[in-house]
T-cell receptor
Framework: GIQVEQSPPDLILQEGANSTLRCNFS?????LQWFHQNPWGQLINLFY???GTKQNGRLSATTVATERYSLLYISSSQTTDSGVYFC????????????FGTGTLLAVQP | ETGVTQTPRHLVMGMTNKKSLKCEQH?????MYWYKQSAKKPLELMFV???????ENNSVPSRFSPECPNSSHLFLHLHTLQPEDSALYLC?????????????FGDGTRLSIL
């Protein structure tokens, strides 16, 4: 089946720093979604991005489907950005299945 | 507010208890999903329902029994669980299981098995 790998697994930043999180997927996918899971377990949808670039405030994402990767950029990080960032790949025919990556644990220190 | 509500938020139960998790979506979607997230691991798909019919069972043990009485409600009935079943259980929905639309997640039920 499809493998979804993320890097780095852990990241510590000082408040105000920028970062790039990477998601690699092993096969062609129908779509890709980035999530932020906060310390309370809530899964927040960040981007739904099959290709190209999208921006939302301090966050942006780029997916290069032909090269099977996606990047999440966080600029001017804040302590509230802490948590786990997951990318998830959509694949399949009759049922559009979602396979989650291994996650990046981000800690932003004041 | 994602439009997907899960209850209870927290549940502690013994291995011999029977309990149920509930998920309700107010988005008019027709596909609903159960995921399990064990500690420090990614989400794993358990079940998929499309228009009330189960279309996916990802080799889930029979002590987990899903029920989808209508497109807005999804239950997960729990019976004779094991300590390794302690996890965060998340529900999601989409317009249809084969629709090219993002999944919307509830806030999850954190389950602890004593």
């Amino acid at each position: 089946g499809i493998q979804v790998e993320q890097s780095p697994p852990d990241l510590i930043l000082q408040e105000g720093a920028n970062s790039t999180l990477r998601c690699n997927f092993s096969d062609s996918v129908n779509n890709l979604q980035w999530f932020h899971q906060n310390p309370w377990g809530q899964l927040i949808n960040l981007f739904y991005i099959p290709s190209g670039t999208k921006q939302n405030g301090r966050l942006s994402a780029t997916t290069v489907a032909t090269e099977r990767y996606s990047l999440l950029y966080i600029s001017s990080s804040q302590t509230t950005d802490s948590g786990v960032y997951f990318c998830a790949a959509y694949y399949g025919g009759a049922t559009n299945k979602l396979i989650f990556g291994t996650g990046t644990l981000l800690a932003v220190q004041p | 507010e994602t439009g997907v509500t899960q209850t209870p938020r927290h549940l502690v139960m013994g291995m011999t208890n029977k309990k149920s998790l509930k998920c309700e979506q107010h988005l008019g979607h027709n596909a609903m999903y159960w995921y399990k997230q064990s500690a420090k691991k990614p989400l794993e798909l358990m079940f998929v329902y499309n228009f009330k019919e189960q279309t996916e069972n990802n080799s889930v043990p029979s002590r987990f029994s899903p029920e989808c009485p209508n497109s807005s409600h999804l239950f997960l009935h729990l019976h004779t669980l094991q300590p390794e079943d302690s996890a965060l259980y998340l529900c999601a929905s989409t317009p249809g299981a084969n629709s090219n639309q993002p999944q919307h997640f509830g806030d999850g039920t954190r389950l602890s098995i004593l």
